[in-house]
């Protein structure tokens, strides 16, 4: 059954007045819509440039990240044998201390032997 059958000529009319004040109200014109994809057009171009300039930037934080872990390492290995000499100091510093006062136990003792 067609739409005029069921709402009438007069129905048809207000129909078409409501859908036209609707286009009016929301819809845009021509030279509008070209505006607007022109700016449509401008922000891509911007943002494929923001795009580009953000891997680069995440590209530098990766390489930094990575210079200063490597740069961690090494100090962490300079520390280890920094550590590993220090230990082998403080043996030889105890050894020796005790060697000497072994050594002046022992003449003490022979001393007051002779005596």
Request: proline share 2%; net charge negative; no cysteine.
């Amino acid at each position: 059954m067609p739409l005029i059958e069921v709402i009438g000529p007069d129905g048809l009319k207000e129909l078409e007045e409501l859908v036209e004040k609707k286009i009016h109200a929301t819809g845009v014109t021509k030279e509008d819509w070209r505006q607007i994809l022109t700016r449509l057009d401008i922000l891509e171009h911007d943002m494929e440039e923001v795009k580009t300039d953000y891997r680069e930037f995440r590209r530098e934080m990766n390489e930094f990240r990575k210079e200063v872990n490597e740069r961690f390492d090494r100090m962490n290995e300079r520390f280890d044998r920094m550590y590993g000499r220090m230990g082998s100091w403080m043996k030889w510093t105890v050894g020796t201390i005790a060697f000497f006062g072994t050594l002046i136990t022992v003449l003490v003792g022979i001393g007051q032997l002779a005596r």
